[in-house]
């Protein structure tokens, strides 16, 4: 059984930074893709970004290409998404996820908590 728990998640304004972690129990991290995925009030889960299980290749979403860096220590067992120029339209909890590749959260079988993320204009 894997557990995820996120965390980084707070109030920021716009235009700030913030990075979310996301720490995964188990000794098969490294064998497995990561996702975040994004879900506003309201709205439906939403796909962030992925990273294979090396790091090597990464994916985006076109509304935060260019400003959110996904990386990830296998080392460490954790997955970050580096959030620059965060705009009031980011406002969501954020979830990672494991095992999965690309936009569909059906394709994830493991997900955390949930971290709230609230950018103010």
């Known amino acids: 059984q894997v557990q995820l728990v996120e965390s980084g998640g707070g109030l920021v304004q716009a235009g700030g930074s913030l990075r979310l972690s996301c720490a995964a129990s188990?000794?098969?991290?490294?064998?497995?893709?990561m996702g975040w995925f994004r879900q506003a009030p309201g709205k439906e889960r939403e796909f962030v970004t992925c990273?294979?299980?090396?790091?090597?290749?990464?994916y985006y979403a076109n509304a935060v290409k260019g400003r959110f860096t996904i990386s990830r220590d296998n080392a460490k067992n954790t997955v970050y998404l580096q959030m620059n120029s965060l705009k009031p339209d980011d406002t969501a909890t954020y979830y990672c996820a494991l095992g999965g590749w690309g936009t569909n959260p059906d394709d994830y079988g493991y997900w955390g908590q949930g971290t709230q993320v609230t950018v103010s204009s």
């Open positions: 990273i294979t299980y090396s790091g090597r290749s990464t």
């Open positions: 188990g000794s098969t991290f490294s064998s497995y893709n």
